[in-house]
């Protein structure tokens, strides 16, 4: 008899029975289930953590392994709201088609967790990963600085991705077949009447926080270039991630590359040596520029951003030729580099730079939001069907007041405003 110690509601049979559909052939003696996410980690799924102990079919020897399970939320309406089906679709579809592609090209050494399965069983959707906290890895407290080092982690371990990515679409006949199971969740005529008023809504709280701090007219004038985005930051952004689609520099992006989707792993001096990203949900073919720009803008300050963007886009770029070097065909190798060569994306990014405020403004909230003032999204979602709203803090903190702050001077002194932002 199988013991188990859980307040939650999986199935036990079921998931032995998923268990052996990934290839783990165990007697299964004991599962532990607890939470899988800190409260705030995570508002599109539940995840549930279990510890599952055993004994091996083929010699009876133990087993004891941790599995990382993510299910649908049960409130419908905000499932509704917040388009999480639409999500858990996609990232079902990234795990079963897209990962084991690139895998082909990445080498053993994934930048994403084992799934050992994803899809559905009598409960719903379902996604069962494995737990990269028994493999070392950590997630880096939100609030404390993303320095140098982690961010250097961070840049070549998406140079990997983004060169699998490549070397995939240039050499493997099935790329198309398989990207073409990944959707838009967010910039696509289904989402947009949700995400524009998501859009609006940042833009009124950002400008609602400067004029606070706007106590000796510093940012007067960057509020009224803000000001020129009400009603269209949304169409500019979802122009850019969206023109590129069938651009021979399109790269499979993660999508949603912020501190909450990355797990570290740290030396015994404390450095960073490697990173894992996960939570798939928004995975898209678009330029590489829109994962840089999400990471650096939504999970940095504006004091490392002014000493290193432009060395962290050189490390980037020199890994991701470095992983040419190593697997991209000899004959292909210089034409793939002079194709993703350092002035093509460095074009890239500062092209759609607003991108990277747009995410900041849109995020920056769940960054910076007081653990003990978490909303409760299901009393929010009831019998509601707009964002206007929805806050991912109730309360905007100190530390929020002062990054936005930061975010739309160096727009603001950059220049970076200055973009055709004309839509009827």
Not at 264 to 280: A, H, T, V
């Amino acid at each position: 008899m199988v013991s188990v110690v859980t307040s939650y509601s999986e199935h036990v049979k079921r998931l032995k029975s998923l268990l052996i559909k990934a290839g783990i052939h165990i007697e299964v003696d004991a599962m532990l289930f607890r939470t899988g996410s800190n409260p705030g980690d995570n508002y599109m799924s539940v995840v549930t953590r279990i510890l599952v102990k055993g004994r091996k079919f083929v010699d009876n020897s133990d087993f004891q392994k941790n599995f990382i399970i993510k299910r649908q939320i049960p409130s419908l309406s905000r499932r509704q709201l917040y388009r999480c089906d639409e999500a858990f679709k996609n990232e079902i579809s990234a795990y079963n088609h897209v990962i084991p592609l690139l895998k082909q090209y990445s080498g053993k050494d994934s930048p994403f967790p084992i799934c050992f399965f994803a899809g559905h069983d009598s409960d719903g959707e379902i996604i069962i990963l494995d737990d990269l906290k028994q493999l070392g890895f950590q997630m880096k407290n939100r609030l404390d600085d993303m320095d140098f080092e982690h961010c250097t982690v961070v840049m070549k371990e998406l140079s990997k991705w983004h060169a699998a990515s490549i070397l995939s679409k240039r050499t493997n006949p099935d790329y198309e077949k398989h990207t073409s199971r990944l959707s838009e969740i967010v910039y696509c005529q289904e989402a947009e009447h949700f995400y524009k008023q998501i859009y609006n809504s940042s833009i009124n709280d950002t400008i609602e926080s400067l004029n606070r701090s706007n106590t000796d007219g510093q940012l007067t004038e960057p509020i009224q270039k803000l000001e020129t985005f009400r009603n269209k930051l949304f169409d500019l952004i979802k122009k850019y991630v969206t023109e590129g689609n069938n651009s021979p520099t399109t790269v499979i992006c993660h999508g949603d590359l912020w501190v909450n989707n990355i797990m570290f792993k740290w030396n015994s001096q404390g450095m960073p040596i490697e990173c894992k990203f996960f939570d798939l949900q928004a995975m898209r073919c678009t330029s590489p520029a829109f994962d840089i720009l999400h990471f650096i803008f939504t999970s940095t300050k504006r004091s490392l951003r002014d000493s290193h963007l432009t060395n962290l886009l050189n490390i980037y770029i020199s890994s991701l030729h470095d992983e040419f070097n190593r697997n991209a065909p000899s004959e292909d190798c210089e034409a793939i580099k002079e194709l993703f060569s350092f002035e093509m994306i460095k074009k890239e990014v500062f092209k759609y730079i607003l991108y990277g405020l747009a995410v900041a403004m849109w995020i920056l909230p769940a960054v910076t939001f007081d653990s003990n003032n978490i909303p409760d999204l299901n009393v929010i979602s009831e019998g509601n069907t707009s964002p206007k709203e929805f806050k991912m803090a109730k309360q905007l903190t100190i530390e929020y007041h002062s990054r936005i702050k930061d975010l739309l001077l160096e727009f603001y002194e950059n220049q970076w405003f200055s973009v055709d932002v004309e839509f009827q």
